[in-house]
């Protein structure tokens, strides 16, 4: 099992690049970051069942120049995104804005992606919230296009460009690996035809994993590596998983400042070492 850190960032918390650091060298293996560009102040979509919404989801640093900062003293830390919300993103900024953070890092980014749950926040970019799953699936299929092709083009319903040059490409060949996000049938078909990887939430129970990698194996994609991000410290829900086929953990740490974050960050390492 490997063990990385789950957070969102803000101006007023940690630095990104302190708390990667201070990750790399307590031994974790990864930084996974979260993905907010606002936040609608009349919002009726729920967050996890819940009206309210945490502060630090107001104030999200850009996931992609926190991770440039982390990358820069940092040489083997993997840098994530759990998730990217590429539903609302332009894939051709996004593809340039990942490749190049892969050149700068080495190739340690690991892109997880995900449909979103904030309708408004969804509708303010021009996505329909009723197609943002397709419309996903074709950014996920340009991007991929731009990284590997030098003369790219893509053509559908959502995403149209005729052939152009985009570098850099990526470090990683043929690119970073891209997780999904989502445990329902359509994030099952987009990790079948497009995924690298899998995000589960960090509720989803043992069994869960069972039957969604069994679903996987069925569609011909047996052995999808599974990262699960934001699960607190717990023994007995770390075995289930490990046993269920996690291959990593990506623990909760709270949005918080230097010294209270650093604080919590050597609770984490402590109770991962007695894991290990």
Not at 144 to 162: C, I, L, S
């Amino acid at each position: 099992m490997k063990f990385g850190i789950y957070t969102l960032l803000t101006a007023a918390s940690i630095r990104p690049e302190v708390l990667a650091r201070a990750a790399e060298e307590r031994g974790f293996d990864s930084l996974f970051i979260a993905e907010h560009s606002h936040i609608p102040v009349r919002r009726e979509t729920l967050w996890q069942g819940r009206a309210e919404l945490p502060d630090a989801y107001y104030r999200t640093l850009a996931p992609f120049p926190a991770l440039a900062a982390a990358s820069a003293v940092t040489s083997t830390l993997l840098l994530g995104t759990a998730v990217a919300l590429l539903a609302q993103r332009d894939p051709i900024h996004t593809a340039k804005e990942v490749a190049t953070l892969d050149v700068l890092s080495g190739g340690r980014v690991i892109l997880g992606v995900g449909s979103g749950w904030n309708r408004e926040e969804m509708r303010n970019h021009g996505t329909d919230p009723r197609t943002r799953g397709a419309l996903l699936n074709e950014r996920l299929a340009a991007i991929k296009a731009m990284w590997t092709q030098d003369e790219a083009e893509f053509h559908g319903e959502h995403v149209d460009f005729d052939p152009i040059h985009l570098w850099p490409k990526p470090e990683r060949r043929p690119h970073p690996p891209i997780y999904v996000g989502g445990e329902s049938d359509a994030a099952l078909d987009r990790i079948a035809r497009f995924g690298d990887g899998w995000l589960p939430r960090a509720a989803t129970t043992p069994e869960e994993i069972r039957r969604f990698s069994a679903r996987l194996a069925e569609r011909g994609r047996p052995d999808v590596p599974i990262t699960l991000a934001g699960l607190g410290p717990d023994a007995e829900a770390v075995a289930g998983l490990a046993e269920a086929g996690v291959e990593r953990i990506a623990f909760e740490h709270p949005t918080t400042s230097e010294s209270e974050s650093l604080r919590a960050l050597d609770e984490l390492a402590a109770f991962a070492d007695r894991l290990r």
